[in-house]
């Protein structure tokens, strides 16, 4: 019974890993995809595989498997005017 905990987390983060591969794979193939209705399925694909992930990262952090620790304030600053900048890069190039 002992072996059971390390062995459910090692099973959890497995899948974890694969779920992470999978919206990889999916991300790429949405972006490759030139017909839009197959576009629109891989997204829909990708949506369900983030759902998933969300949810086992849910379960593995709640018993503990998995801890996060929040950003400093200053590099979520810092990553934030990032994404402005890029944001209104893209803008102008429009």
Same mark, same amino acid.
């Given at each position: 019974?002992?072996?059971?905990?390390?062995?459910?987390?090692?099973?959890? +983060?497995?899948?974890?890993? $694969?779920? &992470?591969?999978?919206?990889?794979?999916?991300?790429? /193939?949405?972006? #490759?995809?030139?017909?839009?209705?197959?576009?629109?399925?891989?997204?829909?694909?990708?949506?369900?595989?983030?759902?998933?992930?969300? +949810?086992?990262?849910?379960? $593995?952090? &709640?018993?503990?498997?998995?801890?996060?620790?929040? /950003?400093?304030? #200053?590099?979520?600053?810092?990553?934030?005017?990032?994404?402005?900048?890029?944001?209104?890069?893209?803008?102008?190039?429009?």
């Amino acid at each position: 019974m002992k072996n059971k905990v390390p062995q459910e987390k090692e099973h959890a +983060g497995s899948l974890l890993y $694969m779920e &992470k591969l999978e919206a990889m794979s999916l991300v790429t /193939a949405t972006l #490759e995809s030139a017909s839009p209705k197959v576009r629109d399925h891989f997204r829909g694909l990708l949506m369900k595989s983030l759902d998933d992930q969300k +949810g086992l990262f849910e379960i $593995m952090n &709640k018993k503990g498997w998995y801890n996060v620790q929040p /950003a400093p304030r #200053e590099q979520v600053q810092r990553v934030h005017q990032s994404f402005t900048m890029m944001e209104q890069h893209a803008q102008q190039m429009q």
